[in-house]
């Protein structure tokens, strides 16, 4: 089988050519090579579900970065963007591509990162797996057949899960290693099978291209109300980026990743990656609703061999059970992938110590503080010994992904909310009345937390009374219909009120000691926007 659906051929790009080259198929096609090849097996209702091996989630200390002219002083080296040589790169793809020549058997498929047509850009992406390309093709946005009829590769994506790197010889960790050399336009994947690599390796692409063309890259869900205004929420995984975005009255532009323009709001990707884990009809009745349906991927989640019925509350093989499947199986999707610029930013926060209200109105100067800042918190897991929850910061809500400086992203978005007048929001899915691990306590119900947002999104919440909280300094709502008072005042709901104050001047230090690295970078309005109360040194 040759590749006469692509447009430019592998050897084109300098690439060797396997005996059959599966280039640019459809759903059924792909769900059919998955199944013969034993990559999956089909649910009762006709998803395919397969299992990642045991990488769950991303490989964080096996990505690198080539350092070279292009990067030198534009990437933020450090534990996250780690450098690699051109001396290991060079060995590396070598062997990559002799490795790549042994295969028998690939799929290729090329696709568009990016909605907006002037800020996208064409990737190839090669995989050994046969529902690796699926996945990649649900996610990414995928051309029209005009479109592959003349299509470019730009960059490139290699992704073989078989492929064990040597640290010595590649200059990487383990034998796991993904690799982005932005000169050479490629992205090496090799040793893990999970395939949100794919995807956040041209989020990460289009991190370091978009900033210099004046385009605010995010890691958001956003969606467009019946008044044609659009919001975007960010949100670190877990907090209900996903779940709050798609909201059966608004139209959803996408779930993850998204750019900010001159004149819309557009989405990345052309697929959806949600949760699965304790996923139910009640709770998120249409991404639950994808699960049934033929074309979505579900990845590690449980099944019963007999009856194909699935166990979503399952958590033995990981907490990050997930579901891929194109934007258009969420009824209210929107048909062009993108919408006008926003007029709300929603932050969102999982406060696992039950300091943080419901909802807090920013300041400009605030949104850019709990932007850089990226809080949420973690429940203790399963670890002896491990009582307490445990505050993370990710930059930008999306550390991972940002290979720029935090001050590049963190003053575009600024920029933003000044120049289109945006109003800015602290919303907080996590506990109320106590820490996460206090018997009882519970996460914010989400009917409130949806009425508090309707409520910021349509405008109404500006009516009502506000205070300021006497900790970070935002506007907390003092009463909002149809929501319970005692949960916006977080100190209230807390038995034992001087436990409060003390795990909130915890959390106020957390934030000051974090923010101490962008301290330099940003203006003194920002700095003044930090958590007021006296902590003690």
């Not at 534009?74 to 790169?89: F, R, T």
């Not at 060995?91 to 002799?98: G, R, T």
């Not at 090669?126 to 996610?139: G, M």
Request: glycine fraction near 10%; hydrophobic fraction near 40%; charged fraction near 20%.
């Amino acid at each position: 089988m040759s590749d006469t659906k692509l447009n430019v051929s592998l050897a084109a790009q300098g690439f060797p050519q396997p005996a059959t080259l599966h280039a640019n198929l459809g759903t059924a096609p792909l769900v059919e090579q998955a199944l013969k090849r034993g990559e999956g097996v089909l649910t009762r209702d006709g998803a395919l579900l397969v299992d990642t091996g045991k990488f769950t989630g991303r490989s964080v200390k096996d990505k690198f970065i080539v350092r070279d002219a292009t990067t030198e002083s534009a990437v933020d080296w450090g534990a996250i963007n780690q450098p690699m040589n051109g001396e290991h790169w060079a060995n590396l793809k070598a062997d990559f591509l002799s490795a790549l020549g042994d295969k028998d058997e690939m799929f290729v498929a090329d696709l568009f990162g990016g909605s907006q047509p002037e800020y996208r850009v064409n990737v190839r992406v090669l995989t050994q797996l046969a529902w690796h390309s699926l996945f990649v093709r649900t996610l990414l946005v995928r051309p029209t057949a005009d479109e592959l009829a003349g299509f470019e590769p730009e960059y490139t994506i290699i992704n073989l899960p078989s492929f064990k790197a040597t640290p010595e010889r590649h200059g990487c960790n383990s034998d796991t290693v993904i690799a982005v050399n932005f000169t050479e336009k490629l992205i090496l994947i090799g040793n893990t099978e999970y395939s949100g690599e794919m995807k956040k390796g041209v989020f990460g692409l289009l991190n370091f291209l978009l900033p210099a063309q004046g385009v605010m890259p995010m890691h958001c869900s956003a969606n467009i109300g019946a008044d044609g205004t659009s919001a975007i929420f960010f949100g670190l995984s877990g907090t209900g980026k996903t779940t709050l975005s798609a909201d059966a009255s608004r139209t959803l532009i996408g779930d993850d990743e998204h750019g900010w323009s001159d004149t819309a709001v557009f989405n990345f990707e052309g697929g959806c990656y949600a949760k699965m884990i304790n996923l139910s009809a009640e709770g998120e009745p249409e991404i639950y609703a994808t699960t049934k349906m033929f074309g979505t991927i579900l990845e590690n989640v449980t099944i019963d061999p007999d009856t194909r019925e699935l166990d979503f509350t399952d958590a033995s093989k990981t907490e990050n059970t997930r579901g891929a499947y194109p934007i258009d199986f969420i009824p209210n999707a929107s048909e062009e992938n993108l919408g006008p610029v926003p007029k709300n930013v929603i932050m969102l926060t999982a406060d696992a110590y039950g300091v943080l209200p419901p909802i807090a109105r920013l300041t400009p100067e605030q949104a850019m503080y709990h932007f850089l800042s990226g809080y949420t918190a973690k429940v203790a897991g399963t670890e002896i010994g491990v009582t307490e929850p445990q505050a993370t910061f990710s930059t930008c809500f999306g550390a991972a992904f940002m290979p720029r400086h935090p001050s590049v992203y963190g003053n575009l978005l600024k920029e933003r909310i000044a120049k289109g007048g945006v109003k800015c929001w602290l919303v907080n899915t996590g506990w109320s009345g106590g820490k996460a691990t206090t018997p009882g306590i519970k996460r914010m119900p989400i009917k409130a937390t949806r009425a508090l947002l309707n409520a910021a999104l349509d405008g109404s919440l500006n009516e009502v009374e506000f205070k300021k909280d006497p900790n970070f300094g935002f506007e907390v709502p003092v009463a909002v219909p149809g929501v319970d008072t005692r949960l916006l005042d977080p100190r209230a709901a807390w038995p034992d009120q001087d436990a409060y104050d003390e795990t909130a001047q915890t959390l106020v230090k957390a934030f000051i000691d974090n923010f101490a690295q962008f301290a330099d970078h940003v203006d003194e309005g920002v700095r003044q926007a930090a958590p007021g109360a006296t902590v003690a040194a």
